[in-house]
């Protein structure tokens, strides 16, 4: 099923002109961002299954997101932001996650985008960008497309006397069907090659068409659709270098990588909850326990404390990646960096299989009555299955044993 929403989106930022949609509350310490998070999962879980089923698209919940405040917390503390830590930053996205994993995923790329801009923006794209996010406006993606191997050198950006231009179509989207800006992944003519930047598009100049195509089984309403620029006037201060910030060594893909993790990880805790309020209030032990009630059976206890002790392993690595980062950050080195890098592998090694566990689990624990479609606790297994694919896995295990085993720094992109 396909909506096109490019004509009724909301009013986006005007291009020259101060835009504030919400006002956002201004947090200032990572012990007060995860206080907010707390909050607004507490208030977004009870209706997570009803937007699932009906792929309710979740405009307020976004709104109420970004005032919270929460979506400037990696703003630099020179520009204004609460500058938090990266494991509070991840531990944020897992709470949100935890209640719901589309709401969690949305703004995994706005917080990409920020990153790129402390790595390789000037000081007044910083300064005016974010502000732009300070005051509510908020960032989707263009990154990736479809339909040939080097899907990334499609979407074009031409310079010219009379302008600069981007053409091309985008896909896998998230987060640009809600957004004020599209930061988007295009390639340049340069000294007899292709160079790649991010361009940062407003959501509503002449010529982009975000439509809401996505289709999947999972992560249903994080409007991971498709963008479709045709000759969208970009200035050039909003255009970012990309690939040098590969060129040396930044940590723009550990970033990227651990707020995956954190999604996973939030996804996880959130089967292990519903299976722990399922098997308390509804389930039947098995006859052969010989007990009266299933939270009573040895098995089913033995089972949620192997899940348990994975949970807080999945948390322990991923608090250890953030302060990896947080180093990385400080002290940006080939090793540094490749440090953060396999760190934050090691957390998503364990945050995958977690998630698809504990979303598994939670059926075999729950018993038959956990299937039925109303309760729609299929969506937590759905929602990891659809997201943990994002990169695989197995490709995480062969850079860790490679860097153990023959000292190989892994490679500097976004998918590491």
């Known amino acids: 099923m396909s909506f096109d929403l490019s004509t009724d989106a909301p009013e986006v930022a005007v291009p020259g002109e101060q835009h504030v949609p919400g006002h956002p509350e201004q947090i200032t310490d990572d012990a007060q961002a995860l206080q907010v998070a707390r909050r607004l999962a507490d208030a977004f879980a009870p209706e997570a299954a009803l937007r699932d089923r009906e792929r309710r698209l979740p405009w307020a919940e976004l709104d109420a997101f970004v005032a919270s405040g929460l979506w400037g917390i990696s703003v630099p503390r020179e520009f204004g932001g609460a500058g938090v830590r990266n494991g509070t930053l991840a531990e944020v996205i897992a709470t949100i996650s935890a209640a719901d994993g589309s709401l969690g995923q949305i703004p995994q790329n706005h917080f990409y985008a920020l990153e790129v801009l402390r790595v390789g923006g000037t000081v007044d794209q910083q300064r005016f960008f974010y502000g732009r996010v300070l005051a509510g406006e908020r960032f989707g993606n263009a990154l990736a497309e479809i339909g040939q191997k080097d899907f990334k050198r499609r979407t074009r950006l031409t310079r010219a006397t009379t302008g600069w231009h981007v053409d091309g ?227 995480k295990y062969h850079a860790i044993g490679n860097f153990y085993l023959n000292d190989k720094l892994p490679p500097r992109h976004g998918a590491l």
Not at 182 to 206: K, Q, S, W
Request: negative net charge.
């Open 169 to 395: 179509k985008k896909f896998y989207c998230t987060g640009a069907l809600y957004a004020y800006w599209i930061p988007t992944l295009v390639v340049a003519d340069g000294e007899g090659h292709d160079v790649t930047y991010l361009a940062f598009v407003p959501r509503n100049t002449p010529g982009v068409t975000v439509t809401d195509d996505w289709d999947g089984f999972g992560q249903r309403v994080t409007g991971s659709g498709s963008v479709q620029f045709e000759h969208v006037r970009v200035e050039p201060e909003w255009v970012v270098p990309f690939q040098a910030s590969f060129e040396r060594p930044t940590t723009i893909g550990p970033l990227a990588q651990i707020m995956h993790a954190a999604i996973d990880l939030g996804q996880a805790r959130g089967a292990f909850e519903a299976a722990l309020q399922f098997v308390r209030e509804h389930s039947r032990p098995w006859i052969d326990a010989k007990v009266e009630r299933a939270t009573e059976d040895p098995l089913t206890i033995a089972q949620f404390g192997d899940l348990a002790v994975r949970l807080r392993a999945a948390e322990a690595l991923l608090r250890r990646a953030g302060r990896f980062i947080d180093a990385a950050q400080a002290e940006p080195t080939d090793r540094s960096v490749a440090q953060a890098s396999i760190a934050v592998a090691e957390a998503r090694a364990l945050t995958t299989t977690a998630s698809l566990d504990a979303g598994s689990r939670l059926f075999e624990l729950a018993g038959t009555a956990s299937t039925l479609d109303g309760l729609g606790l299929d969506r937590f297994w759905r929602n990891a299955r659809t997201h943990t694919l994002h990169d695989p896995v197995r490709w």
